[in-house]
């Protein structure tokens, strides 16, 4: 008998161990999930202090974006950490509340005139996206210039560069990280529009096909209240230059 009791006693503490525990993943998006940062970057340490506070722990593993989100529309992790809003993701994804705001600037050689008014002026353009990003719905489904998807932006970085695409885009806090980090030299050959694509709002996401899902989205939304009720949002923002 006390065996038996060892066994299922041991059995109860890795259900309660893995219900505490919360899965995620995404792909580097420096400073926001930086496999380099000691806290895996801001937006992770956001979502680790807003977990925690609810007794939640956080384990978040690097993969590529569309493995990240086929991962966690599959239910395979619990969450992405940094997720815009497209209208199509809602069929497959739960947000939670916004806790950051992005600015989605166009990359361009340096010295190009172009500067972004509108969709129509990108018309004729080849632009370069990141693979299973969402840039919004109307830039996704206009026609009337081209996007030319690849894994990572930097490829696109560099096609711009050597005039093989027009444009790419990305968030310019994003975009400078990366570079500066993967090819530092290349800054010299570019520069970004005055103007945004769009400001994207920065969510939590879960899968509708998980069980926990809303466990999770209502877990980060209490707690992200509870972190930028006691100071500990803003110090997270001011600690990496973002405040």
Known sequence: MP??????????LSMASHADTITAAGDPWPPFLDPD???????????????????????????????ALDGVKAGDYDALIGTWWTQERT????????????????IKRKGDPFEFDGLKSLEGKTVGTVRGYGYGDDFANAEFFTRSPAPRLITNVRKVIHERLDLSLEDELVARSLINKEDPALMDKIEFTDSALSSEDL??????????HTMVIEAFNKGLKTIQANGTFDRILEENGLK
Not at 3 to 12: D, E, K, W
Not at 91 to 106: A, D, G, R, V
Not at 203 to 212: K, M
């Open 3 to 12: 065996r038996l009791f060892t066994v299922i006693l041991l059995a109860m």
């Open 203 to 212: 969510h939590v996401t879960s899968g509708l096909a998980n069980p926990r």
């Open 91 to 106: 069929n497959f994804l739960m947000y939670s509340e916004p806790y950051l705001t992005n600015q989605i600037k166009f």
């Open 37 to 67: 940062h000691p806290q895996q970057g801001v937006a992770i340490a956001i979502a680790r202090e807003a977990l925690e506070s609810q007794g939640h722990e956080l384990e978040f593993s690097f993969v590529p974006w569309a493995r």
